[in-house]
């Protein structure tokens, strides 16, 4: 085999390489937002129906925590409407840069629960988060103005 044959070999196995990594970053913001559409809107449905099993163990912190979210009489279904709602906008692809923004605050707490009281769950918080930022870096266009130091309103 010749030098040339080799080289023009190596040239169509890296062309080859390289369709196949753009056919995956085409595809990587659907199923990211497919993963975490479906986790939120099964969080939320669990909020509200509990048809996923409560732990049966938790450290004080963590429980004493959780209780005192139930105890306020809406917080809980607060945050399980929201995931419901944002979970279902992700998972229909309609208003996604909102229901990102909606959900940021919630995977925030799920993330610092996890990391100061409960770190077991701390690589599924992570996974949650690692999603989110993926989506909010795709979707970074949509936020530009929101994210503008100085603005002046809109003309009527």
Aim: charged share 10%; glycine share 6%; proline share 5%.
């Amino acid at each position: 085999m010749t030098a040339i044959a080799i080289s023009r070999a190596e040239s169509s196995v890296r062309s080859s390489r390289r369709s196949v990594v753009r056919a995956v970053a085409r595809r990587l913001p659907t199923v990211s937002r497919g993963l975490l559409g479906f986790l939120f809107f099964l969080a939320g449905l669990n909020g509200f129906l509990n048809f996923m099993p409560a732990p049966t163990s938790m450290p004080k912190g963590a429980l004493d925590f959780m209780v005192a979210m139930m105890q306020t009489g809406y917080f809980m279904q607060l945050v399980a409407g929201t995931q419901l709602v944002a979970g279902a906008l992700l998972l229909v692809n309609r208003y996604v840069p909102l229901a990102l923004a909606l959900l940021a605050p919630v995977i925030v707490n799920i993330v610092a629960f996890h990391a100061f009281l409960l770190p077991s769950g701390l690589v599924m918080a992570g996974i949650v988060f690692a999603l989110e930022l993926h989506l909010a870096i795709t979707y970074r266009a949509a936020y530009r103005s929101m994210l503008a130091a100085r603005v002046s309103p809109a003309a009527r």
